[in-house]
């Protein structure tokens, strides 16, 4: 036995336990060496011309024993001698494929296409083998010779048979263990498998003997209720792609095959609604396959999606999902790159030099970004389709990176525009824009339907500004990392991105503002009032200058609004969380400023109370916020329309009499006198059920009276 050296042991050792994350990628790397084996008998009969050989002739087989416990991996390439097993395979990290590569670099042309490069992958089979036996046989030569080992002391060469010129190299699996199980590579499915996730586009064909089933004959006695049968056979048969179809020109391809491929590699059921087919040639080559899906995956925003593109080297799977591709914003985006001109370290798992891989990502982001405006331009049905499924992510990707990327995503963004009443970009809101228009004007909320009916919003139509309707959480945060839209070239002309619901929108005209100016100073008591009513709710209470037909409005002062606290309200904090400083504001030219004050200056400090809880929670409404007591303000509401103050413990509501049962009512005496309110009002009342009255008519405590007809006033008379 030929010993190992002591460097030569640590080495090996390193490879087999620490250089490899991902056992399973043996079979890569075994294959890889058979292409290169046969690129280099392929090569050679190209510069040598009494070799005759046909490129159909070439190929490799995979094959398994499960009695045996083996694995082989066999080729036609070009086979080793006794010498040349010594030394690529008794020395450690020598590349014989590096070595040829650099001899015939200038001639290999696109027709040899060499994978190895640092001369270990071959020692990852001992990862899954406790030993491994190559027998080969040098193109040309009348010998054949096994190298075994068993990664440990060292290995034998010894003369062997072999029809023809090539290798195999056969593993002896280890032996199971609690921990580990190897019986999943001595399985038709497991190899097969193994083939199609990471060699799949080896430029030569990779057979295996398959399972498959056929019809067998219809005997000819057969009955009328024959059920065909079936049997199993095995046949040699290709299981790998070969030609990757990310390197064919988009010309030579149809888009169905491109579907099919996009459905098959991606495990999507829908076409894809665009795809970026790119060849780059220069300092930097590679090629790319991407496509931007028709529907968003159901976990494309938890925590658990992995975006990232596959990556190939060579046409060898590299890494399944390699996230430095593709930016955030575009996680959406599924697709290939393969590039010869990748550094990667010596497991081929990850890349050595980063530089390379952030120079394709900055290529393939522009070309993401190029097709989706092209896509934006001339299919707008089809792009804000698209929009709908991954605009969310468009938008984050701006708020995540504190506007630096405006740029790249402010243009394909869409919003609704209350004026236009359909979705536009920014581009075509600033050009709309009149001439005085000081800002970008936009309404954060849940819904189009309830932001449209806003107060504030029909203010700023009423001026002939459009409003764009907010309906993400993620919008306003958006538009606040974004600040500001439309920047000439010079850095000028950007208008000032503004929710309408903030304190400083500046609609009012100098004649306006000295009205609200005098309505304060006039009513700086009733405000004062308003103010302790509310306590710590609002920050202020003051008259408003851009209200038109409703009574009042909430607006907010600093920087976070009342859309951005009911996003933030959903978080870990809770409602406890940030909370925005609120203003309540009023129209002092509505009706209701003239009923405030009458009862601020006869002195009913309830009633002001009572109408200062029912503005602000409205007002709440309004903007689609909470309200902190609901119960409070229906209470509050049936004070209201029932004429009779709260006291400001539990209101103590008049009682119904209701007679014994089977009697009818003599007279109702609900609300504090013998007179019956007209048909149809409603009341609340308190009452105990009566056995006279339908179950579905019995009365609870604070249940609502209908009165239908006071003047034939029975059973019927009053009903929940």
């Not at 009342?562 to 009706?591: I, Y």
Request: some cysteine.
């Amino acid at each position: 036995m030929r010993k190992f050296k002591t460097e030569s042991k640590k080495l090996l050792d390193l490879m087999i336990n620490s250089i490899y994350t991902n056992r399973e990628i043996f079979l890569r790397e075994l294959i890889s060496n058979a292409s290169d084996a046969v690129d280099k008998l392929y090569f050679k009969s190209l510069t040598d011309k009494s070799i005759e050989l046909s490129k159909d002739e070439l190929a490799i087989q995979v094959s398994f024993d499960k009695d045996a416990r083996t694995v082989t991996v066999s080729d036609s390439g070009i086979g080793m001698t006794k010498d040349e097993l010594d030394r690529n395979l008794g020395t450690i990290a020598h590349s014989d494929s590096m070595a040829f590569k650099m001899e015939n670099d200038e001639v290999q042309g696109d027709d040899v296409d060499i994978i190895g490069q640092f001369g270990v992958g071959f020692y990852s089979s001992f990862m899954v083998g406790k030993s491994v036996r190559v027998v080969s046989k040098a193109y040309g030569s009348d010998e054949a010779w096994a190298w075994e080992s068993d990664g440990v002391e060292g290995y034998t060469i010894e003369p062997a048979e072999r029809a023809e010129h090539g290798t195999d190299v056969i593993i002896t699996l280890k032996d199971n263990t609690d921990e580990d199980s190897y019986d999943g590579y001595l399985s038709e499915y497991g190899l097969k498998d193994l083939v199609k996730r990471y060699s799949n586009y080896v430029r030569y064909p990779i057979r295996m003997e398959v399972t498959k089933s056929r019809e067998l004959p219809k005997p000819e006695d057969a009955g009328d209720d024959y059920v065909p049968q079936f049997e199993n056979y095995q046949e040699l048969d290709t299981v790998n792609s070969m030609i990757p179809i990310w390197k064919r020109r988009k010309s030579e391809v149809d888009q169905e095959e491109y579907n099919e491929f996009y459905k098959t590699d991606f495990h999507d059921f829908a076409d894809p609604a665009r795809t970026i087919s790119v060849h780059a040639e220069g300092a930097l080559s590679y090629d790319a396959l991407l496509f931007v899906p028709s529907r968003a995956p159901f976990d494309l925003y938890s925590r658990d999606y992995q975006k990232g593109l596959a990556l190939y080297s060579s046409n060898v799977l590299i890494m399944e999902k390699c996230e430095e591709l593709l930016p955030d914003y575009y996680n959406f985006v599924h697709g290939v790159v393969d590039s010869q001109d990748l550094q990667l370290n010596i497991s081929r798992e990850t890349l050595q030099h980063n530089s390379q891989l952030r120079a394709i990502a900055k290529k393939i982001e522009k070309k993401i970004t190029s097709d989706l405006e092209d896509m934006r331009d001339n299919d707008r049905e089809g792009y804000e389709a698209f929009f709908e499924n991954f605009g969310r992510g468009l938008k984050y990707g701006i708020y995540a990176s504190y506007g630096s990327q405006k740029d790249t995503l402010a243009d394909l963004l869409l919003y609704y525009s209350a004026k236009q009443d359909k979705l536009v970009t920014l581009a075509e809101y600033f050009e709309a824009m009149p001439e005085d228009q000081p800002a970008i004007y936009y309404a954060a909320g849940d819904s189009v339907e309830r932001l449209n009916k806003m107060p504030i919003v029909k203010t700023v139509l009423g001026k002939g500004y459009d409003v764009l309707l907010c309906t993400q959480d993620v919008d306003e945060f958006c538009f606040t990392a974004m600040r500001d839209y439309g920047a000439n070239e010079d850095g000028e002309g950007a208008k000032e991105l503004k929710n309408v619901a903030s304190g400083d929108l500046d609609f009012a005209t100098e004649d306006e503002k000295k009205e609200a100016e005098e309505a304060t100073k006039e009513n700086e008591d009733l405000f004062k009032a308003l103010k302790d009513a509310l306590g710590n709710e609002v920050t202020k209470v003051a008259v408003s200058a851009r209200l038109t037909d409703a009574p009042a409005c909430v607006t907010t002062e600093g920087p976070v609004s009342l859309e951005m606290e009911r996003v933030l309200s959903k978080g870990p904090e809770g409602p406890d969380g940030v909370k925005s400083q609120r203003v309540l504001e009023l129209n002092a030219k509505h009706p209701v400023f003239d009923t405030l004050k009458a009862a601020h200056e006869a002195g009913d400090a309830d009633k002001v109370r009572l109408y200062a809880d029912l503005l602000y929670n409205q007002a709440l409404l309004v903007e689609g916020m909470p309200i902190d007591d609901p119960v409070a303000f229906a209470q509050n509401v049936a004070t209201l329309m029932s004429g009779v103050p709260r006291a400001s413990g539990p209101r103590n509501l008049p009682t119904l009499s209701v007679p014994a049962a089977g009697r009818p009512p003599e007279r109702l005496d609900a609300f504090g006198s013998g007179s019956l309110p007209a048909a149809g009002t409603t009341r609340r009342c308190e009452a105990p059920w009566h056995p006279s009255l339908p179950r579905s008519r019995r009365f609870a405590y604070q249940s609502t009276l209908h009165l239908r007809d006071p003047a034939n006033l029975g059973h019927q008379g009053a009903s929940r």
